[in-house]
């Protein structure tokens, strides 16, 4: 059986973790905080990030691995169109997310969900790149209703960890959401997305995650 290591707070964590359920594979979660110096972890995710997955036959880390792993496992229900090219443009929309939007607007993290600060000079530099980024991804993007068009795939499993911390976390330091500002319509898909089980499944788990670490603090 396949353990899910991480926590269910983390977005990458989730993305995992819907895939799983949306393929209804066998998994058990195991969990593992960031940064941990445990041998056992840094064997199996050398940078101690999460999420990693162990398997029997070994461990993987990199959550876009993971879930191209999970593909070829279980193809079925299809993350990934049997095209190579349709199923390279689901590929590309899951960098631009990750990449171009996701990762840009992470500087802002820190400060928006975790108590931390963040320098202007930091501020204007991810107001910059996204201002440049966004529009890039808004031609690629369709959310028609799903991100690469009628059919749910890997990229609605990307946006819908991703989208709603870009937007929040801008929202709580550059003064405006602006991901909602530029006609992504993140919140729109989010209602999308929930009526899917895999999805309330996911949301719960985080929610209650959350509730814990209030508690805890
Ligand atoms: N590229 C990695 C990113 C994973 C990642 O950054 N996870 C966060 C938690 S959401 C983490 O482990 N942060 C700690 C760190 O960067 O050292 C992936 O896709 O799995």
Redesign the pocket.
Known sequence: MITLC?FAV????NKVKLVLLEKNLAFQEELVM??SKDEAVLRDSP?????FIRTPQGAV????V?VEYLEQLQPEPRLLPADPFAAAKVRELCTYI?LHLELVARELYGAAFFGRTVDDATKERVRAQLARNIPAFQRLARFSPFVAGETFTLADCCAFVSLPLVGMATKTLLGSDVLLEAGVDWKGHLKVMASRPSVQRVEADRKAAIAAMAKKA
Request: hydrophobic residues 20%; negative net charge.
């Open positions: 991480g983390s977005n990458y964590y960031t940064g940078l101690a990030k999460v999420p880390c990199e959550s876009q993971i990750e």
